[in-house]
């Protein structure tokens, strides 16, 4: 059985590797120069990989994933969970409630966005219960949706997690429009957002079956999602793709970059490491997937 790091055996004189023995150890025993809260993820990263628990009523891994979460839970803010601004359903406040109705449906969300003229301007959200409430019983819908907007949170984009859902938890409302730097409109983030910050992604039946970012192809080309991080790009394929200069996070952000605009499809963009990039689906606001083409090797010299 592993034995903890010798931090964990300060505070008691057995060595049986339990990791409880070794968080009290750390909680009572003496005191160092590392926080807490490291001292806490070193006590985790001694029974990482083992694949129960140590002894009666000790952390299982999923246990263990989620207090490690718990740790860096708080070191997270609005700007970094939740949706991001492109990947926002959100409805015009003239809508028809027929419309709405349909965009329900297609959306398979519980809470829609309204917004007016543009996604800058929302002005509050409309509950699918309010919708079903009127569909169940008959009555006549409302000529506009002003009867079924509810106002939701709005936060900067450096509002704290911890402190989001202490907001959500005290106003009952579940969803909070992120706002950047201009007052714009940045990403949303829902409770269920914040809690799969700790617990990991929530699936349900209504989420499509998750689909592969990064995906390699034969010849040593590769396809991946615009949304794939840029580190997680990097470590798949290549550490030069995420050697750039710019405050880039995704590889789609990268190709706008490198192109200097939102490229079309079949647009190329020569990345400096040798990789070229094109893009494969694209609208007129964003890339969505692209293909990576390794670098072609010089010829040989004789």
Do not use: C
């Amino acid at each position: 059985m592993p034995e903890g790091p010798s931090s964990a055996g300060k505070g008691d004189s057995s060595n049986d590797g339990n990791i409880w023995r070794g968080l009290k150890s750390l909680l009572f025993g003496e005191q160092g120069d590392e926080s807490l809260r490291a001292r806490l993820e070193e006590v985790i990263d001694a029974h990482e990989g083992e694949p129960g628990p140590d002894a009666a009523g000790d952390l299982s891994p999923i246990e263990r994933t989620m207090v490690r979460n718990l740790l860096h839970f708080s070191e997270r803010n609005a700007g970094d969970v939740g949706v991001p601004r492109a990947d926002i359903i959100a409805v015009e406040e003239g809508i028809s409630f027929e419309a709405l109705v349909k965009a329900f449906a297609e959306a398979g969300h519980s809470r829609l966005p309204v917004y007016r003229e543009k996604l800058d301007t929302i002005i509050g959200m409309v509950h699918v219960k309010d919708v079903f409430a009127i569909l169940a019983t008959g009555a006549t819908p409302p000529p506009t949706l002003e009867p079924l907007i509810r106002q939701p949170l709005f936060v900067p984009m450096s509002r704290g997690v911890l402190d989001l859902l202490a907001d959500m938890r005290a106003s009952r409302v579940h969803l909070a429009v992120v706002l950047d730097e201009y007052f714009g409109t940045e990403g949303l983030v829902t409770i269920e957002d914040l809690i799969e910050e700790i617990v990991g992604d929530i699936e349900d039946e209504h989420d499509d079956a998750p689909i592969a970012l990064i995906v390699p192809l034969d010849g040593g080309a590769w396809e991946a999602d615009a949304r794939a991080e840029l580190e997680d790009v990097a470590e798949a394929i290549d550490p030069k793709i995420a050697d750039v200069e710019d405050d880039v996070d995704t590889i789609g952000g990268l190709t706008a970059v490198l192109a200097g605009h939102v490229p079309a499809v079949g647009e190329r963009v020569a990345h400096p490491s040798g990789w070229t990039i094109e893009v494969i689906e694209a609208d007129p606001r964003r890339v969505e997937r692209v293909r990576l083409h390794p670098p072609v090797p010089e010829p040989e010299i004789e």
